[in-house]
């Protein structure tokens, strides 16, 4: 009798554990992390119209990636995402910057100016990892507006938690 005791008692404490691991394993609370060493591109780089941007960063989830979304657009009227503080001269030098509006006081004008690059293009990760290393490359247009614009990159996980960073790049036509 003490034995099948015993093996009541064992049954029902790993039943409890069976359970509360597979509910943690299902509760995916933290957004995903994008590595800040190594990301590319740098605050500021430039481009040249007809360039190649590499793209470069290392990013991890406590249980599991989903996809990532990179959208380049104009920063004309220099509003900010609140993900970085420097904002870049036309040279390329990076300078703190304290930025008059955030994104809640920002109407996406730079969606309509003429002749902007627009880029927003969405990649899956392979299912199942938690940590990814990507690396692609982005064709700059050569019919594109000269200027200031953000590079903007957004990490989801397969909760559906995100990450983003922005980071200020600056286009120059071949030859400036």
């Known amino acids: 009798m003490k034995k099948y005791l015993l093996s009541c008692v064992f049954m029902a404490i790993m039943a409890t ?3 509360c691991v597979s ?3 299902q509760k995916d609370l933290t ?3 994008i590595e800040e060493g190594g990301f590319l591109p740098a605050d500021c780089d430039i481009y ?3 360039d190649t941007i590499l793209v470069h960063f ?3 989830d406590n249980v599991e990636l989903g ?3 990179i959208e380049i657009h104009n920063n004309f009227d220099h509003h900010s995402h609140g993900t970085s503080s420097v904002d870049c001269d036309e040279e390329g030098h990076d300078h703190e910057h304290e930025h008059e509006h955030g994104d809640e006081d920002h109407d996406h004008e730079h969606e309509d100016v003429e002749g902007a ?3 927003n293009q969405d990649y899956a990760l392979a299912r199942g990892l938690q940590q990814d290393t990507v690396d692609c490359k982005i064709a700059v247009p050569t019919d594109v507006l000269e ?8 990490l989801t996980d397969r909760a559906g938690w995100q990450a983003i960073k922005t980071v200020p790049i600056h286009l120059h036509e071949p030859g400036e």
Do not use: E, Q
């Open 17 to 19: 554990i069976a359970i």
């Open 23 to 25: 509910c943690n394993g």
């Open 31 to 33: 957004p995903p992390t």
């Open 48 to 50: 040249y119209l007809g």
């Open 58 to 60: 290392v990013c991890s």
């Open 67 to 69: 996809n990532f979304n």
């Open 117 to 119: 690059w627009v880029y």
């Open 147 to 154: 200027g200031d614009y953000h590079f903007m990159l957004r």
